[in-house]
């Protein structure tokens, strides 16, 4: 069993940046792909970024491209994402997710943990 806590949302305006963390405790995080996702109010659950076991298969949903960055640090059980330049359309819930699948891992439905979600509100 993993679990998992998302920190770092939080209010800021367009153009700012937001450091998101996941910890995890429970397993060894280097047993897991991770992800990013978001959902916003009356939308699907959206694919953010994924990152491999070993942290050198990256994925960035289009929409995030240039902007986030997914990272992680085994040692310290931890994932996180780097949002710059935020805009408003990235205002969302927030969660991080840890798979035990292969490859590079975009859907939702293939993760098996979950942590409970961190607001991020960017204002214009």
């Known amino acids: 069993q993993v679990q998992l806590v998302e920190s770092g949302g939080g209010l800021v305006q367009a153009g700012g940046s937001l450091r998101l963390s996941c910890a995890a405790s429970g397993r060894d995080l280097s047993a897991y792909v991770m992800g990013w996702f978001r959902q916003a109010p009356g939308k699907e659950r959206e694919f953010v970024a994924t990152i491999s076991r070993g942290g050198n298969r990256i994925v960035h949903a289009d929409p995030v491209k240039g902007r986030f960055t997914i990272s992680r640090d085994n040692a310290k059980n931890t994932v996180y994402l780097q949002m710059n330049s935020l805009k408003t359309d990235d205002t969302a819930l927030y969660y991080c997710?840890?798979?035990?699948?292969?490859?590079?891992?975009?859907?939702?439905?293939?993760?098996?943990?979950w942590g409970q979600g961190t607001q991020v509100t960017v204002s214009s």
């Open positions: 997710g840890a798979s035990d699948r292969v490859g590079s891992i975009k859907t939702s439905d293939d993760y098996n943990y």
